[in-house]
């Protein structure tokens, strides 16, 4: 993950960590997971995180929580010009065809009003 991608992505995270959402009556943070798939490793820790179950292309944080039309919200983190990987785009069909909901976000501001929206179709 790019400097400025880790950036927003550890400010959305801070948000989460504060937030507490009344329609679900509960914290987000706790329900937000980073996904680590991305950086830079040595050959043999790769190796290592491959037989662990790491896979490319995986989207960098999950919203475990449901709503009324998905198990959980995927979202990756880009940059203004960041681009999705043919890993990627592979990984949204794959989990969009399992009802789970898959958003690109470029900023943390962009990362919270989509958890906002998916938390609100949870309790609509």
């Known amino acids: 993950m790019k400097f400025i991608?880790?950036?927003q992505q550890q400010m959305l995270i801070k948000w989460a960590?504060?937030?507490y959402s009344k329609e679900l009556d509960l914290k987000i943070g706790p329900y937000l997971i980073a996904i680590p798939n991305g950086g830079k490793r040595n050959v043999r820790e790769a190796a290592r995180l491959k037989a662990e179950g790491v896979k490319a292309g995986v989207p960098d944080l999950l919203l475990a929580l449901p709503n009324k039309q998905h198990h959980g919200l995927f979202i990756e983190m880009k940059s203004q010009t960041g681009r999705l990987t043919d890993n990627q785009k592979q990984y949204f069909e794959l989990l969009s065809a399992q009802k789970?909901?898959?958003v690109v976000c470029r900023s943390w501001i962009e990362a919270k009003d989509q958890i906002l929206w998916y938390l609100k179709s949870a309790s609509s």
């Open 17 to 19: 960590n504060l937030h």
């Open 100 to 102: 789970y909901k898959c």
């Open 5 to 7: 991608e880790s950036e």
